[in-house]
Each structure stands twice: as C-alpha cells, then as structure tokens.
C-alpha cells in the first residue's frame, strides 16, 4: 500500500523500517541530509557479445553485472544536479541532452570491459535517483537508525550508488536493534546523521 507518512502505520506494526530511497524524507516528515542524485546505466544484450558474453560481475569504480541471463547493466553516471532536475521523469532524462556522462560512462567501461567498444550490444538506458547522503570526513556514510521520538520505526538512507554494496550489512544491523529496541547496536556513524 502507499503510504505518506507514519502516522497510523507505527500502530499496526511491531516494527516499521523506512526504506524508500529519496522519498524517504517524505515518508518520515522529517529533513534529512540528503541529496538527489541522478544515475542512468547502460543495458547492453550479452548475447550480442557473443565468445566475449560476460558471465561475472566486473566492479572498478564503474560496474558490468549481468543483470539477467541475457543482459548486462553497466553503470552508472553520477549527475548531481538540482533536485528539480534530478527529479525530472526517466522518459526525458533519457531523451536527448545531457549526453556527456553516458559519454563518459562508455570510456570507463570500455576500458574496464574491452568488448563493449563502438557501442557493441547496446539496447537502452534506464534511469533512477539515488538519495546520496552528505560527505562527511569520514566519506559518504548512509543514514540508519532508529526514527527520533519513534519507538518502533527505523529507517535505512542515503546509500547512493554503494546501496547493492552495503544495503545488506546495514540492513542487519538495522533488524537486529529494530527486534531488540536497541539502537545502539546500529554503529553510531550510520545514526550521526539522523535528527536528534
């Protein structure tokens, strides 16, 4: 079901944890130190690749996953724009314009993965907006915790681009003090973030 905000919600639930990416502000009605970011990543068909069809993950500050057992997504740009445009629908981000981080996007992948060149197998783009979380000395560090004055919601954000990376590791941790009701067992740089 939709849901708009977490009234109501706590009171059906033991535990509630708030996950919905760059929404998430929307959702917990609260600020957050969170900034849109858009990504678009390649589809390629593997297939076409044909004696070079990747069957493995290739990561080096870009990626080339197969995404199905006939695609490969290689991924992503990194376009920090004004949220108004960051926010703008994936039909006319993809369309036209702002072709200089795709551009950009198929070097590094080329370079990572040679028989991408001249655009082999390429069949589309997709896009997304990732909620990136506020660089800290400590780098870009997600969000996680329990929700101030909540006792049984907690939220996960700010992943950005790492979310395939880390969501699992955080989630754990998350769960674990979400069934015990202690949020000190969530390391305290993932709740500096949150509101006190």
Known sequence: REVRGLSGVCDSYDVVVVAA??????????????????GRSLVVDNES??????????LC??????SSPSQLTV????EHLPPAAAMEPARQALEGGAEE??????RRAVDMYPPLAGRAGEVGVVAGVRAVA?????????????????????????????GFVHHAFV??????AAVAGNE???????????PT
């Open 21 to 38: 990416g760059w929404r998430t502000p929307d959702v917990l009605q609260m600020a957050l130190p969170l900034t849109p970011t858009r």
């Open 49 to 58: 690749l044909g004696r070079d069809r990747l069957g493995e993950a290739l």
């Open 61 to 66: 500050g870009e990626y080339v996953v197969p």
């Open 75 to 78: 991924g992503a740009t990194h």
């Open 101 to 106: 981080p795709l551009a950009e996007l198929r």
């Open 134 to 162: 506020r660089r800290t000395h400590e780098g870009r560090i997600p969000i996680a915790g329990r929700v101030p004055g909540m006792t049984n919601a907690w939220v996960m954000a700010g992943f950005g681009s790492r």
């Open 171 to 176: 989630a754990e941790q998350v769960a674990r």
């Open 184 to 194: 000190s067992m969530v390391d305290p740089l993932l709740r500096a973030s949150l």
